[in-house]
């Protein structure tokens, strides 16, 4: 019998352990996958795969105590060798090989040359192959800086004061209404994948004020578009003792800023990988949803179509005009039209057309929809009545409002599209890991 104490340190290093001062003419041991063999005859440069980066390792016929040929790419293995210097070698370092244990062999060759920088192929088989495609060096930095935003988010929420909360996805009603649902049996009885955590959030504002969530997020949309998915995780806060919706905007900008810090401060090496411009955060103007619209229509010359809402060719617009006029990479649409939000949206007391609500575009793309919500009990049942609406499956919901509700308001944020515009890329299923659309249900 034996007790655990805790983590245990490792003799094999990492890649920053290796990077760390007094390590250079020392041996040292290190894990990871072989990403490329490069064989130059006597000598053959192995590149290994960690997860910080890639470590390059010499073969030399004389002095390394193992035959090149027993190695193939995709082993995962166990070297010992001297650390030294090298100016090409990825990092400036190389480790001058001893031994080399394998520990483990692929049953099959690789189905994508996922060593080649860019990985050429199309993305139908990157996706085919995810886990396969992830491991190109370029693929995975992409999720290492998704998870700079998560964390981001979470480390600013945390700062300013919010709860981190856990919502059910599964329930009897949608915040969101309207017929993108997916419906399904739940012991006898009808159910539904939530939409959003609008519900939940807003009722946790009445236990803790400030509350957060990060979690997918599930939309029946038979949308097989570029920008679609029907499950995305969805970056969620609810914020209550508001002044006006302008308080919810102001705490996005917050987080952008805080992240976008954390970022150039922590995924350097992901932002050079991948050729990423941090965008701009410092300033993020605010225009009205029927004043963008008349600017738009009059710089650029294009009738509007629909005076309810945002055609997709608009937000690349309003995203240009912004760009040319402010020079903002990010931009609030305010005052949406009634009609085209939620019933728990407010409306604006001096035109009840309008909305205290905004939506977030970021270069040609809405990544975030938020506003103040009615907190008057009296009030949220006059609009659902307004609207047609019963109260069934949401009494525990009005039950909040019944007993006391602050002023309050929040916002949902796409995390794939927010990701997808920090890199430019131009279709959303770049920056999930494992996609679910109309068409892929798998892996």
């Known amino acids: 019998m034996e007790f655990v104490t805790g983590v245990k340190k490792k003799e094999t290093l990492e890649l920053s352990e290796l990077l760390e001062e007094g390590r250079i003419g ?8 072989i990403h490329t063999i490069r064989d130059m005859g006597t000598i053959a440069f192995i590149i290994l795969r960690k997860r910080e980066g890639l470590v390059q390792c010499v073969y030399e016929e004389d002095i390394s105590k193992f035959d090149l040929k027993d190695v193939k790419e995709a082993d995962t293995v ?16 190389e480790i001058r090989l001893g031994e080399l244990k394998i520990l483990s062999e692929p049953a099959e060759p690789m189905p994508l040359p996922i060593a080649k920088w860019k990985l050429n192929t199309s993305l139908e088989a990157k996706l085919n192959y995810r886990p396969i495609s992830l491991r190109n060096i370029r ?11 998560v964390r981001g988010f979470r480390d600013f929420l945390y700062k300013e004061g919010f709860t981190e909360i856990h919502t059910p996805k599964i329930g009897a009603k949608s915040a969101e209404g309207g017929a993108n649902l997916f419906r399904l049996e739940y012991f006898h009885r009808p159910a539904i994948l939530q939409q959003s955590p609008q519900f939940y959030k807003q009722m946790m504002v009445g236990v803790f004020d400030r509350v957060f969530e990060t979690a997918p997020v599930f939309r029946a949309e038979k949308h097989n578009t570029k920008r679609h998915l029907n499950e995305y995780t969805s970056l969620d806060f609810e914020m209550g003792y508001i002044d006006g919706f302008e308080d919810i905007m102001a705490m996005e900008t917050g987080f952008l800023q805080y992240t976008m810090e954390l970022l150039k401060k922590e995924y350097a090496r992901e932002l050079q990988i991948l050729n990423i411009e941090v965008p701009k955060t410092d300033n993020i103007p605010a225009v009205r949803f029927d004043e963008i619209k008349r600017l738009v229509s009059e710089k650029y010359d294009r009738k509007i179509k629909n005076p309810f809402d945002l055609e997709p060719e608009e937000e690349t617009l309003i995203s240009r005009y912004a760009k ?5 990479d990010f931009v609030f649409v305010t005052h949406y039209p009634s009609k085209k939000r939620p019933f728990y949206a407010m409306d604006d007391p001096e035109d009840p057309t309008y909305t205290l609500s905004f939506d977030l575009l970021f270069r040609g793309m809405e990544i975030t929809t938020g506003g103040q919500r009615i907190h008057d009990y009296h009030e949220l049942l006059a609009k659902m009545e307004k609207r047609g609406m019963t109260d069934e499956g949401m009494e525990q919901y009005l039950s909040a409002f019944k007993h006391g509700m602050p002023p309050h308001g929040g916002l949902g944020i796409g995390m794939e ?20 659309d109309l068409s892929r249900l798998e892996p």
């Not at 995975?140 to 935003?149: L, M, P």
């Open 26 to 33: 020392t041996e040292v041991k290190v894990n990871g996958a």
């Open 78 to 93: 166990e070297v010992t060798g001297v650390l030294v210097e090298s100016a090409k070698a990825p990092n400036g370092i």
């Open 139 to 149: 693929e995975r930095a992409k999720f290492r800086i998704q998870e700079g935003i």
């Open 417 to 436: 599209r927010l990701t997808m515009k920090m890199m430019n890329e131009d279709n959303v299923r770049e920056t999930i890991l494992f996609p679910r």
């Open 324 to 328: 040319e006029e402010w020079d903002a």
